[in-house]
């Protein structure tokens, strides 16, 4: 079993949907990372965590520290939303989920 | 605007090569990483290093080397002891609080 698992591992919705996606880890962590991977391998930073809640724009990432888990949520989806998503435990290392490919219909 | 560079973005060699993957970054951080990644699995950690002159081997070290003169510099060495080479090498650096990422490098060996 992944110390890191992510899900869903693939997410299809419409354009202006509201999107969860999940992730639970099994090691003590002093952070957590939402990353963001577009089509071409470039990884972009979207939040680091180590309690509560972070909003940027229309990105909002939660973390339960007791229940060893976090959600990325997208509000009003759009299409330029449609990249991997990918959750990162941080220790004296990160340990990252596999991901998850977000495809955003118009 | 301060970064990760990695050149180049495409690497194409002969097996049996060794190939050296460049990285540089101009944010001051003092903590580098070397990361592969293959089709369907997680990022892998190869290398690390928290200061200059020193570095740790990650999970997959074995074919590859690193080295790390400079802060700004840590460039990775795929050997041709690498079984597997053909993959997406992501190098990125880190302070409490940041974490940044290089573009990247998809090498392939023919």
């Known amino acids: 079993k992944n110390e890191v698992e992510q899900s869903p591992q693939n997410l299809t919705a419409q354009e202006g949907e509201f999107i969860t996606i999940n992730c639970s880890y099994s090691v003590g962590i002093s952070a957590l990372h939402w990353l963001q991977q577009h089509p071409g391998g470039g990884i972009v930073s979207l939040f680091m965590?180590?309690?509560g809640k972070k909003k940027h724009g229309r990105l909002i990432a939660t973390i339960n520290i007791q229940e060893k888990h976090s959600s990325l949520h997208i509000t009003a989806s759009h299409p330029r939303d449609s990249a991997v998503y990918i959750c990162a435990a941080y220790t004296n290392k990160l340990i990252f989920g596999t991901g998850t490919l977000l495809a955003v219909q118009p | 605007d301060g970064g990760i560079t990695q050149s180049p973005k495409y690497l194409f060699r002969k097996e049996g090569q060794n190939v050296t993957l460049s990285c540089e970054q101009n944010?001051?951080?003092?903590?580098m990483y070397w990361y592969r990644q293959d089709p369907g699995q997680g990022l892998r950690l190869i290398y690390y290093s928290q200061i200059v002159n020193d570095f740790q081997k990650g999970d997959i070290a074995e074919g590859y080397s690193v080295s790390r003169e400079k802060k700004e510099s840590f460039p990775l060495t795929v050997t041709s002891a690498q079984k597997n080479p053909t993959a997406f090498y992501l190098c990125?650096?880190?302070?409490?609080?940041?974490?940044?990422f290089g573009p990247g490098t998809r090498l392939t060996v023919l």
């Open positions: 965590l180590s309690s």
């Open positions: 990125a650096s880190r302070t409490p609080g940041e974490q940044f």
């Open positions: 944010l001051n951080h003092d903590a």
